[in-house]
C-alpha cells in the first residue's frame, strides 16, 4: 500500500478552468437579454403592438430608430449564443499533469468543435530546462507561468483570462518547481 501511495505523490495534475466561470455565465445572460429588449423594441415599432410590458416602443418609427433597434437585438443574441456554447463546450478547458513516474508532462485543452478540438501535448520531463515566471503590470496584467525547453521553447501553463495574484503565481510556480526538479526563473 505504501508503494501505491509513493507513486499517487509523483503524479501532480492542474486543473485549467476554461470558458465556465462566473463573468462568462454573467456576460451571455447580460447580452442576451439585452438583445431581447432591443429586438423586441424593434419589433414593436414594426408592428405597432406593444410587446414589451411597460414601454411606449410601438410609437417609435421603424425607419430609422426601430430597424436600428431590431439590428443591434439581432447581433446581441447572437453574441449570446457563441457565449454559451463557448460555455457548454467548455473551451480553454482542460489539465496540466506532470507524471514524475512516467517522466512525461501532459498539458490537454479542450477547443471548439471539430477535428482539432482536442489538444494534447507531451513533452518529456528531461527536455525542461526552467520554470519562467512572467510578471506584467499596467493597463493590461500578465502573471503566467511558463515550461521552459531546453530547445528554448516556452510553453504557457497557467489560464487565460484574469490574472493571479501575485503570491498565487509564485506559490504554484515554486511548488512546480521543485516537484519537477528544475529551477525557477523571473522571480526577484
Do not use: C, H
Not at 436600428?68 to 460555455?87: D, E, K
Not at 508532462?105 to 530546462?129: A, S, V, W
Request: a positive charge; zero cysteines; proline letters at 3%.
Amino acid at each position: 500500500m505504501a508503494l501505491d501511495t509513493q507513486k499517487v505523490s509523483k503524479i501532480r495534475t492542474d486543473e485549467i478552468l476554461g470558458s465556465r466561470r462566473f463573468s462568462n455565465y454573467w456576460w451571455a445572460t447580460t447580452i442576451f437579454l439585452g438583445g431581447l429588449g432591443f429586438f423586441l423594441v424593434g419589433l414593436s415599432s414594426y408592428l405597432k403592438i406593444e410587446l414589451l410590458p411597460f414601454t411606449k416602443s410601438s410609437e417609435l418609427l421603424f425607419i430609422p430608430q426601430g430597424i436600428i433597434m431590431t439590428f443591434y437585438g439581432t447581433i446581441a443574441i447572437l453574441l449570446s449564443i457563441f457565449l454559451w456554447l463557448t460555455i457548454l463546450w467548455n473551451v480553454g478547458g482542460g489539465y496540466n499533469e506532470f507524471n514524475n513516474n512516467e517522466g512525461i508532462i501532459t498539458i490537454f485543452r479542450l477547443g471548439f468543435p471539430g477535428k482539432n478540438r482536442i489538444l494534447q501535448l507531451e513533452y518529456n520531463i528531461q527536455d525542461i530546462q526552467a520554470i519562467r515566471v512572467s510578471i506584467q503590470d499596467g493597463l493590461t496584467p500578465r502573471r503566467e507561468i511558463y515550461l521552459k525547453m531546453k530547445d528554448k521553447r516556452e510553453i504557457p501553463l497557467t489560464r487565460v483570462g484574469q490574472p493571479l495574484l501575485l503570491s498565487e503565481i509564485e506559490e504554484q510556480a515554486t511548488t512546480l518547481a521543485k516537484f519537477l526538479g528544475v529551477v525557477l526563473e523571473g522571480i526577484n
